[in-house]
């Protein structure tokens, strides 16, 4: 029995496990700290979208406002003026009032709020972003280790659908298969999923990043199939998919955690460009893609209506690379293997 001053070692005492130690490398690396405070301020920005265009912009960024007038400074002001030239020949939106409550950014060609439309466009583009990304290391992780682990005929079979898929350059494959969704909509059997519905842009920019992210899986997974650990476990008769499950799979997570932020870049950025194009989100939705291509024909005289979107793609995109780099550094996946996860 154990005495009563004996007690056993207290939790703090304990070595800390490899994430709470990867937590804490993260929690000192300042620049990666910053890219998520950016980016969960950028978040919270965006759901608050309803709450800005009801309460504060007291607009509807999905109606088009093309007769109405915003208050500033006591006196009513058109949406719509004239164009600054000699003739004052058509009309421009009204360009950045820098008051919440009339047109912060100013208007659009359809004379709809810009900050508001750029929060509603941000939490599409987010959302978006985030459930490609999702499904993408999903599939990833299922390909790279399935082809790393079986090896043979498996790996060589799925190795080549990944090497088409790679040759083929990203944004043309994304594109081909938008027009195709776009204008047919989706049918699984008895499930159709129209040409709006968001799982369509979704579900192109996982399936087009998945080779770029299954490599790496599988080249750490083939590392992973000749460690000691995983020779000792087979020789003692353990089922496969338990090695998989308890040995090949935590260690590779460490992997999959570095890559979901540049996944998360780079559906940020083809969304942008597949909505741009009119073969991404569609009608009545807004994403920040949709709201640069409404500002292509304002850009000489309303630029704000496109830089707006573009530079918060720039601030979102360059906030997940830091943050990618600094998991990247905190987690040290390039000696990961050298310990059993």
Known sequence: MRRGGASSPSSASRPAGPWRRAGRRLARDRAAMVALAVLLAVAAACLMAPLYARDVAHTDPFTSNVAGAVT??????????????????????????????????????QGRDLAARLLYGGRTSLLIAFCAAALCIVLAAVVGIVAGY????????????????????????????????VSQGLKLGPIVIGSDNLLIPICIIALVYVPYAARPVRGR?????????????????????????????????????????????????????????????????????TIIQDGEGLIYTRPMVAIAPGLAIVIVVLALNVLGDGMRDALDVRDSGRERG
């Open 72 to 109: 500033i400074d006591g006196r009513s002001v058109d949406i719509m003026q004239p164009n600054d030239n000699p003739l004052h020949l058509g009309l421009s939106p009204i360009g950045p009032t820098w008051r919440a409550s009339a047109d912060l950014l100013g208007a659009d060609s």
């Open 221 to 289: 997974v083939m590392t992973l199939r000749r460690a000691e650990f995983v020779t000792a476990a087979r020789a003692l008769g353990v089922p496969g998919y338990r090695i998989v499950l308890r040995d090949i799979l935590p260690n590779v997570t460490g992997t999959l955690v570095v890559l979901a932020p540049l996944m998360m870049a780079l559906a940020m950025m083809a969304e942008s460009a597949l909505s741009f194009l009119s073969i991404g989100v569609q009608a009545p939705g807004a994403s920040w893609g």
């Open 150 to 181: 079986v090896g043979g005929i498996v790996d060589a079979v799925l190795s080549r659908i990944m090497d088409i898929m790679w040759a083929v350059p990203v944004y043309l494959f994304a594109i081909s298969l938008s027009i195709v969704t």
